[in-house]
């Protein structure tokens, strides 16, 4: 037993992944023996409906001046932020005075930039150095520090209220979602809205996409949830945007209760949440049994291809790969190294699995038989790409929504 995260309710984990290391610990060999792991539980609140890890280890030791995931390598997400960061200015900015917009988590500043080339007030919010000094690099204003209420304080007195409050993928990896959410109720005008995306628990439920959980991941929100917890902060839910990237998305945005219309999206879609079972119990069972079917026949298919001895190259050294390699139990001989485009990543070996992370160029020179793709949130993009390794005999293994052979 432990207690909510979000509504303190006493809650059962029903599910353990085993041991996991840090999803983005990229290593070298001589990191192996002191390598972190936790325990990867998960629970669901039946109270709050709160979908969460039981132990997350401690934020410092996920973002840092060394963090992995550059948001900017993906040209598809490129496009994506452009779109998020017009949808803020064409319906929340148009006719406001010198709007400010601030965003959590800004990364390397792939949605921020928009603003900036737009001549808008804006302020990134970014943990990790590294990422931010490359946003820095290009003129976006950004400040290292991890938000929470106090921080929200002194930005208030130093820049003032803000008009938008925004994050893409960072909400769910806050585990003081309160703190947070208190914070950013403090931030914003009485008149500003604050929006968010992040993976989509229906969608996960729905696809077996059990690998968005990992430890940067506390959190996987439904409607129904981030409503009951940003309520809590006088948050009031106006809007919902379903998005397809990261594998199925949702972006949700709040307001100061009585403040803005409310969107008949937003009904439809906690009805359509109830309809899919997402309050109940059986549901999280259900999804841990299609979890063991899935570590069962991707296991298998490696094992088989292993014995054939048929060449397996990874495709994408996915923070989201290092649930599915740990879990399943997949080993260096099923998998001859994972190929990324990503420098910091490159020649270091994946975390607990310690699989070799080679340069792209590795694949393109020596295609394997078989590409496993653990970006298959960017398939679009990469099947675009690698129509030469389709044609010349390559095939593709994926394990969303199943485990297949394309
Ligand atoms: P990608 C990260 O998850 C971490 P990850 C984080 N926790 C989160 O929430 C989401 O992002 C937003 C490489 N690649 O986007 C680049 C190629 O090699 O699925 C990346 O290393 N070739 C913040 O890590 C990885 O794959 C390609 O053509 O699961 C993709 O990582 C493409 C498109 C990508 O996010
Ligand atoms: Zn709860």
């Known amino acids: ?27 070298k060999k001589e990191e192996f023996a002191e390598e972190y792991f936790f325990r990867m539980e998960v629970a669901f609140c039946d109270h709050c409906g709160a979908f969460q890890l039981v ?16 948001s900017s390598l993906s040209k598809h997400m490129q496009i994506h932020f452009k779109a998020y960061a017009d949808f803020v200015m064409e319906r929340f900015f148009a006719g406001r005075k010198d709007p400010f917009v601030v965003e959590l988590g800004s990364n390397d500043g792939i949605m921020l930039r928009n603003f900036k080339e737009a001549g808008y007030r804006h302020l990134g919010v970014e943990p990790s150095e590294n990422v931010a000094d490359v946003a820095r ?13 106090e921080l929200a304080e002194r930005l208030v007195a130093e820049y003032g209220h803000a008009d938008a409050v925004i994050c893409a993928n960072v909400m769910c990896h806050i585990p003081d979602i309160n703190n947070v959410a208190a914070g950013m ?17 229906g969608d996960m439920i729905a ?8 430890d940067e991941h506390v959190y996987i929100f439904s409607a129904t949830s981030v409503s009951w917890a940003f309520g809590q902060h ?25 403040s803005h219309a409310i969107s008949p999206n937003v009904a439809a879609l906690l009805e359509k949440e109830r309809a899919q079972g997402l309050h109940k119990a059986e549901t999280y ?19 088989r291809l292993h014995q054939e001895g048929k060449r397996v190259v990874g495709y994408g050294a996915t923070s989201k790969s290092t649930t599915v390699l740990n879990y399943c139990g997949i080993r260096p001989e099923h998998i001859e190294f994972i190929s990324d485009t990503t420098p910091i990543k490159q020649g270091k070996y994946s975390p607990g699995v310690h699989i070799p992370v080679r340069p792209y160029e ?23 790409k690698e129509g030469a390794f389709t044609a010349d005999g390559g095939k593709w293994i994926t394990f969303v929504p199943e485990v297949r052979v394309l």
Not at 9 to 26: R, V, Y
Not at 207 to 214: L, W
Not at 243 to 258: C, D, E, L, N, W
């Open 1 to 27: 037993m432990f207690n909510c995260r979000v509504c303190n309710h006493q809650i059962e984990p029903f599910m353990d992944f085993g041991p996991m290391p840090i999803a983005n610990g990229f290593l």
């Open 362 to 384: 590795e694949f393109k020179q020596n295609p394997p038989d078989y590409a496993l793709l653990f970006a298959w949130n960017h398939a679009v993009e990469i099947f675009e």
């Open 234 to 258: 006088g948050l009031e839910l106006i809007d919902v945007l379903p998005q397809v990237t990261h594998g199925g998305s949702m972006r949700y945005v709040f307001a100061p209760k009585g």
């Open 285 to 303: 069972e259900q999804f841990r049994r299609n979890c063991e079917a899935s570590r069962t026949a991707l296991f298998g298919l490696l094992e």
């Open 137 to 149: 690099a290009q003129g976006i204003q950004t400040i290292s520090e991890f938000f929470n209420l």
């Open 207 to 214: 696809k077996t996409s059990y690998d968005q959980i990992y």
């Open 185 to 201: 109720a403090k931030l914003l005008k009485p008149d500003g809205v604050l929006m968010f995306e992040d993976p989509y628990l």
């Open 55 to 70: 132990e997350q280890p401690d934020a410092q030791r996920m973002f840092h001046e060394n963090y992995a995931f550059f």
